[in-house]
């Protein structure tokens, strides 16, 4: 899908530059914003979007982020990142988080 774009929303920019590099490595397109708030103000509704949003940011959160798309009745896929090695506490919503530890090897996340 040309359109396909993965919106990536971190507080950190290395973290930023870092992701948008490997999404361009596997030629995905790739936007990235320094906040929650950035990212709306910027976000326009498109089929074919995904968004990679860190759990953990000043301001509004990225669960506060997901929530707010939900409110605004927004479909679109949402991969939660952390720096932080406890994800239960880091996602303390989640049901049954999923926890990813490194080495990740043979792992794929396919977009599509």
Do not use: Y
């Amino acid at each position: 899908m040309p359109d396909s774009i993965v919106h990536v929303v971190d507080d950190e920019a290395p973290i930023r530059e870092s992701l948008a590099l490997l999404l361009r490595s596997v030629g995905l397109a790739s936007r990235t914003h320094a906040s929650a708030a950035e990212f709306l103000e910027a976000w326009q509704p498109a089929p074919g979007a995904c968004l990679v949003v860190d759990v953990r940011m000043p301001g509004m959160s990225g669960l506060e982020l997901q929530e707010e798309l939900n409110r605004r009745g927004a479909i679109i896929p949402v991969i939660f990142i952390t720096g932080h090695g406890d994800v239960p506490r880091a996602v303390p919503t989640a049901d049954e988080p999923v926890k990813l530890e490194p080495p990740l090897t043979g792992a794929t996340c396919t977009v599509s």
